[in-house]
């Protein structure tokens, strides 16, 4: 079990440019989610998957925002034009579907991006 | 929408001391899940709870979820240093999470 993994860990960028993270999520779990985390706060949740299918997207995920699962293994959450508000941790986690939104989630260690 | 609320915000005590945490929320929920979050890591699940009353131990931590499925507590007994960290308590029908309990340890 190598659990949930993510890439890059860190992130500096420029304001305005475009940032990709990937998470690979624990192999055999068809859900993925994607989180936001500002300093002093828990986790907010963004969006999630269901194998390939995007089933839920927050509001918070502005239409700078975008993420894939374009097999139903491995995920991507791009950024366009950065901004510094951007600047947060963003995790992923991943679970098996037994039904219900509240399955068991873990964690990925985060990709803390920084915007300059 | 839904709330949690987290108590205590943080808690400073002695290596050995007993601790006790908890969360509440607006709605009733189906699940409680308690999770630990060292500084630059991403949140590690601790205990999860799927029934009413359900109490549940991980080593030195137990967890209950209330009998009203509104609140949840998670307990630390006998604290070591590697408790240090915030603990997070997270649940509900679309998972929210509240903002976290912050465990410092006095030498």
Known sequence: ???VSQNPRHKITKRGQNVTFRCDPISEHNRLYWYRQTLGQGPEFLTYFQNEAQLEKSRLLSDRFSAERPKGSFS???IQRTEQGDSAMYLCASSLATGGFTDTQYFGPG???TVL | G?????????MFIQEGEDVSMNCTSSSIFNTWLWYKQDPGE????????????ELTSNGRLTAQFGITRKDSFLNISASIPSDVGIYFCAGGNKIIFGKGTRLHILP
Do not use: F, H, W
């Open chain 1, 76 to 78: 991507t959450l791009e």
């Open chain 1, 1 to 3: 079990d190598t659990g």
């Open chain 1, 111 to 113: 990709t803390r991006l």
């Open chain 2, 42 to 53: 991403g949140p590690v699940l601790l205990i999860a709870l799927y029934k009413a009353g």
């Open chain 2, 2 to 10: 839904q709330q949690l609320n987290q108590s205590p915000q943080s």
